[in-house]
């Protein structure tokens, strides 16, 4: 894993983390003398219609079933 090194005002006035590859971590060193290190993890791509369904088994169903159309209620909305 490489590794860079900043300061406290360098991540102030900047945001190296966006620049980092995967596995990449910045130390910085504060002037106290305080050491942190942001290390990027990367999870691999989303896959939103995995998410969706995690999302739906969390939340549980009550009441009666409606059927819902969302096009005319955007377009309601938009009116």
Known sequence: MET??????QLRHGTPEE????GQSIVIEK???????LTRIDRGPANFNEQMDR???EIPAEGRRVKTNFASLI?????
């Open 19 to 22: 620049n980092l590859s995967p």
């Open 31 to 37: 002037r106290g003398g305080k050491r942190f290190e």
């Open 55 to 57: 999302v739906f088994q």
């Open 75 to 79: 377009m309601e909305e938009r009116e």
């Open 4 to 9: 860079k090194r900043i300061t406290g005002r």
